[in-house]
């Protein structure tokens, strides 16, 4: 086998992979039992991000310092109790997150590293996984058995980041919002690494 057969057979294997990964849960599931919607306050100099129902009634909010090297955030919900404290290693090469629980369980989130057209994030004490497409941004959230947890998607022409979050295991609904919104900040810290690195 040549190197253009090499070059052509990684290509199509690329090509597949990125199928894969950019399928969506709605296609291979059916629809969510319920959505909630994330959106970032552009005028709180803190970024905050509201999660909001499908009828636009504020369900969880969060509180971050402006100025932290570990990227802590609380996320409250809308009787202003903490349901999650987040915080990122900083320099971690697979980009590792914690997440703590108001009832003390802990989370952390791993990057594993070299895929080139997915991205998949590890909840290791959950065994559950995010897999994503950072070109659709699109990203499914599956359990342990390969079930659907969630689906998240970015709305493309919003001014406020604005993610919609497909609900499949709604028992778990405190724990994916507190994953989908450590998965926010890691894309919002890959574009401004991206930009600074651009300049």
């Given at each position: 086998?040549?190197?253009?057969?090499?070059?052509?057979?990684?290509?199509?294997?690329?090509?597949?992979?990125?199928?894969?990964?950019?399928?969506?849960?709605?296609?291979?599931y059916?629809?969510?039992?319920?959505?909630?919607?994330?959106?970032r306050?552009?005028?709180?100099?803190?970024?905050r991000?509201?999660?909001?129902?499908?009828?636009?009634q504020l369900?969880y909010?969060?509180?971050?310092?402006?100025?932290?090297?570990?990227?802590e955030?609380?996320i409250?919900?809308?009787?202003d109790?903490?349901?999650?404290?987040?915080?990122?290693?900083?320099?971690?090469?697979?980009?590792?997150?914690y997440?703590?629980?108001?009832n003390?369980?802990?989370?952390?989130?791993?990057?594993?590293?070299?895929?080139?057209?997915?991205?998949?994030?590890?909840?290791e004490?959950?065994?559950?996984?995010?897999?994503?497409?950072?070109?659709?941004?699109?990203?499914?959230l599956v359990?342990?058995?390969?079930q659907?947890?969630?689906?998240?998607?970015?709305?493309?022409?919003?001014?406020?980041?604005?993610?919609?979050?497909g609900?499949?295991?709604?028992?778990?609904?405190?724990?994916?919002?507190?994953?989908?919104?450590?998965?926010?900040?890691?894309?919002?810290?890959?574009?401004?690494?991206?930009?600074?690195?651009d300049?």
């Amino acid at each position: 086998m040549g190197l253009f057969d090499k070059l052509a057979e990684l290509g199509e294997q690329l090509n597949q992979a990125a199928n894969d990964i950019s399928k969506t849960t709605i296609t291979d599931y059916g629809e969510p039992v319920y959505s909630l919607y994330t959106a970032r306050d552009l005028t709180d100099i803190h970024w905050r991000i509201n999660v909001t129902d499908e009828q636009e009634q504020l369900k969880y909010y969060t509180k971050s310092s402006f100025f932290q090297l570990k990227g802590e955030t609380d996320i409250m919900d809308a009787e202003d109790r903490v349901i999650a404290h987040l915080e990122k290693k900083p320099f971690s090469l697979h980009e590792i997150h914690y997440v703590q629980m108001a009832n003390g369980q802990e989370i952390t989130l791993s990057n594993e590293l070299f895929h080139i057209v997915d991205d998949i994030t590890n909840i290791e004490e959950l065994g559950w996984q995010m897999r994503g497409n950072f070109i659709s941004l699109h990203f499914n959230l599956v359990d342990q058995n390969e079930q659907p947890l969630a689906t998240v998607s970015r709305k493309m022409v919003s001014l406020h980041d604005k993610y919609c979050i497909g609900i499949y295991q709604p028992q778990y609904e405190d724990v994916i919002v507190a994953i989908v919104i450590q998965l926010e900040k890691m894309l919002e810290d890959r574009r401004q690494n991206q930009s600074s690195s651009d300049d």
